[in-house]
């Protein structure tokens, strides 16, 4: 069955400094790859997809994610964090010809000032 | 354009009550999903419309869960009787039916406590 695992339950970081969220994977050929933010109150917004391509794929609010085979992950990135990027963050895959998502269990990012 | 909405926001019962959830998608997003995440564990999808129709709902957890989308508009999740495993986050999503993948649009969820 196809799985999402995001090992990161909790990532706190400081205000300006790099972030890295990690996704893995499992499926036996490459599905639709997601990552979702939730803010507190508000419902999932996409932040970047991949289908196919170039692997490293730009989305909103300044993050990135590269897709990598091999590795079967799919890691969120952004340079520079500000405060207002504290939230729970969601890995997700689909299967190409099905709607559904399948998310992992999410990421809570805290920002310290 | 207004988003997904969903109502209530919050909502506390006993074990064994009953609770209706309601989600009203896009104005023109014939795709309706609900999803649950159960005590901060992953979001797992339920079930899935088209229009009215039950395209899949190989996620929906036992006969205690009832979907409906009469009319093809909002959508109706009731739980009974309700269960204290049955606490969790429900969202609600909708997307178009166009060629391709579909990008689901997800509403705040609404947050069920069963005692």
């Known amino acids: 069955a196809q799985s999402v695992t995001q090992p990161d339950i909790h990532i706190t970081v400081s205000e300006g400094a790099s972030l890295e969220l990690r996704c893995n994977y499992s499926y036996g050929a490459t599905p639709y790859l997601f990552w979702y933010v939730q803010s507190p109150g508000q419902g999932l917004q996409l932040l970047l997809k991949?289908?196919?391509?170039?692997?490293l794929v730009q989305g909103i609010k300044g993050f990135e994610a590269e897709f990598k085979r091999s590795q079967s992950s799919f890691n969120l990135r952004k340079p520079s964090v500000h405060w207002s990027d504290a939230a729970e963050y969601f890995c997700a895959v689909a299967i190409p010809g099905y709607n559904k998502l399948i998310f992992g269990a999410g990421t809570r990012l805290a920002v310290h000032p | 354009e207004a988003g997904v909405t969903q109502f209530p926001s919050h909502s506390v019962i006993e074990k064994g009550q009953t609770v209706t959830l309601r989600c009203d998608p896009i104005?023109?997003?014939?795709?309706l999903y609900w999803y649950r995440r159960v005590m901060g564990k992953e979001i797992k999808f339920l079930l899935h419309f088209v229009k009215e129709s039950k395209q899949d709902e190989s996620g929906m957890p036992n006969n205690r869960f009832l979907a409906e989308r009469t009319g093809g508009t909002y959508s109706t999740l009731k739980v009974q009787p309700a269960e204290l495993e049955d606490s969790g986050v429900y969202f609600c999503a909708s997307s178009q039916v166009v060629p391709g993948y579909n990008e689901q649009f997800f509403g705040p969820g609404t947050r069920l406590t069963v005692l």
């Open positions: 991949y289908f196919s391509g170039d692997t």
């Open positions: 104005s023109g997003h014939d795709n």
